[in-house]
């Protein structure tokens, strides 16, 4: 069973179907906070404090805080890559142009 949409929801809807641009820009918003919430999910679920990560990725432990919160705007590839590779795992990349979905790994 739905849940009614609030008055607010209602509102950001409207606004979202009147502007495509919008409607894109706050789509890309939040896939980058999916990443990162992901990732910081993977981490905890791994048992790997932001510490031990930050050694890693060579950065400071304050750092990652920042990515996890979502306070940096516009993850960088090359953060994407150096996280997940800290975090053991391999970096896909993917597009999708005329229909057609291409994924690469990324090569370290």
Same mark, same amino acid.
């Given at each position: 069973m739905r849940s009614k949409k609030s008055?607010?929801?209602?509102?950001?809807?409207?606004?979202?179907?009147? #502007?495509?641009?919008?409607?894109?820009?706050?789509?890309?918003? /939040?896939?980058?906070?999916?990443?990162? *919430?992901?990732?910081?999910?993977?981490?905890?679920?791994?048992?790997?404090?932001?510490?031990?990560?930050? !050694?890693?990725?060579?950065?400071? *432990?304050? %750092?990652?805080?920042?990515?996890?919160?979502? %306070?940096?705007?516009? /993850?960088?590839?090359?953060?994407?890559? %150096?996280?997940?590779?800290? /975090?053991?795992?391999?970096?896909?990349?993917?597009?999708?142009? #005329?229909? !057609?979905?291409?994924?690469?790994?990324?090569? !370290?």
């Amino acid at each position: 069973m739905r849940s009614k949409k609030s008055e607010f929801m209602q509102m950001v809807d409207s606004k979202l179907a009147g #502007n495509a641009d919008l409607a894109r820009r706050v789509e890309a918003a /939040l896939t980058e906070m999916r990443v990162e *919430q992901d990732l910081a999910a993977e981490r905890e679920k791994l048992g790997i404090t932001q510490t031990e990560l930050a !050694h890693r990725m060579g950065v400071t *432990q304050s %750092r990652v805080a920042g990515l996890e919160s979502g %306070r940096g705007k516009n /993850l960088e590839l090359r953060t994407y890559v %150096r996280w997940v590779t800290a /975090l053991g795992g391999q970096p896909i990349l993917g597009y999708t142009v #005329n229909g !057609h979905r291409r994924l690469a790994t990324a090569k !370290h």
